[in-house]
């Protein structure tokens, strides 16, 4: 059974940062690419980030890139990502997800990829507020 665990989310002022964590279990981790999702209030799902199995190549999505850093241990079976320069836009449930849309910089694919994930774990919620 697959098992996606976040934590690492709560309230965050403007321009601050914080570390997001997944723990993995269920598949091969060190054989899959990882992602993050987010859901925001009104605006549904958004692919932010994406991670290759040895954690070589990463993939941002435009609303994070600059700000965000994803990362893993795979002897942990651990996902992470270290958003900075928070903004209000960036208030949201964050999702660690098995695999990646094929083409991230495709909206119709990365909404049909999303339709079709099928493990998700419960979030961690990330508000971001003075």
Not at 95 to 119: F, H, I, Q, T
Request: proline fraction near 4%; charged fraction near 20%.
């Amino acid at each position: 059974e697959v098992q996606l665990v976040e934590s690492g989310g709560g309230l965050v002022q403007p321009g601050g940062s914080l570390n997001l964590s997944c723990l993995v279990s269920g598949f091969i981790f060190s054989t899959a690419w990882m992602s993050w999702v987010r859901r925001i209030p009104g605006k549904g799902l958004e692919w932010i980030s994406g991670i290759d199995a040895g954690g070589d190549n990463t993939i941002y999505a435009d609303s994070v890139k600059g700000r965000a850093t994803v990362s893993r241990d795979n002897t942990k079976n651990m996902l992470y990502l270290h958003l900075s320069s928070l903004k209000s836009e960036d208030t949201a449930l964050y999702y660690c997800v098995k695999d990646r849309p094929r083409w991230p910089d495709s909206p119709e694919v990365v909404a049909g990829w999303l339709e079709e994930v099928k493990n998700w774990g419960q979030g961690t919620q990330v508000t971001v507020s003075s």
